[in-house]
């Protein structure tokens, strides 16, 4: 079992719609979680991060969390074109002094005008 | 403030030569990380210095090490290269106390 997975996609979403990612991470102890984006060619970008169960908004995202279920997922709401990416979903154990990331291997997502 | 800086933005060696890559964190991050991306692999982690000490590291062989300095400026070194080497090399660079890491460009590399 890979430590993060996510739905490699593609996943296609009309234009103005919400795109809903997703991603599990099997290691209990995972205390800190992420949302990057890509851009082909990019490197990652930080979209959001998410410590607490339950939902963070941020403008057009919303990142949520359930500890019990080991499951994080990035809510896009009116999707732009712009936000046709790699999303990437991190996870560490967050305690200071261990930064180290694991990645999911990202969902491809494209924004249909 | 300036993001994290990468040089070089790419490279083209061939095997067995060995390449140096550096990596300037955000001004005031003492934690550098370097990770590895490939289309195959996706992103893994290679180490992460703070304040000039290996405190973590993957699973990569001894070619691969790095070092940072007392202005928290980082270097990875790959010696003996692999065509299997050739990647998006990745640093990111973290604030004291601070979980969220942000990355540089990257540098690409090719090993021919």
């Known amino acids: 079992q890979k430590e993060v997975e996510q739905n490699s996609g593609p996943l296609s979403v009309p234009e103005g719609a919400i795109a809903s990612l997703n991603c599990t991470y099997s290691d209990r102890v995972s205390q800190s979680f992420f949302w990057y984006r890509q851009y082909s060619g990019k490197s990652p970008e930080l979209i959001m991060s998410i410590y607490s169960n339950g939902d963070k908004e941020d403008g057009r995202f919303t990142a949520q969390l359930n500890k019990a279920s080991q499951y994080v997922s990035l809510l896009i709401r009116d999707s732009q074109p712009s936000d046709s990416a790699t999303y990437l979903c991190a996870v560490n154990r967050g305690n200071f002094g261990n930064e180290k990331l694991t990645f999911g291997t990202g969902t491809r997502l494209t924004i249909i005008p | ?112």
Request: charged share 15%; proline share 4%.
């Open chain 2, 1 to 112: 403030k300036a993001g994290v800086t990468q040089t070089p933005r790419y490279l083209i060696k061939t095997r067995g030569q060995q390449v140096t890559l550096s990596c300037s964190p955000i001004s005031g991050h003492r934690s550098v990380s370097w990770y590895q991306q490939t289309p195959g692999q996706g992103l893994q982690f290679l180490f992460e210095y703070f304040s000039e000490t290996q405190r973590n590291k993957g699973n990569f062989p001894g070619r691969f090490s790095g070092r940072q300095f007392s202005n928290s400026r980082s270097e990875m070194n790959v010696s003996t290269l692999e065509l299997g080497d050739s990647a998006l090399y990745l640093c990111a660079s973290s604030g004291q106390g601070a979980l969220t890491q942000y990355f540089g460009p990257g540098t690409r590399l090719l090993v021919l």
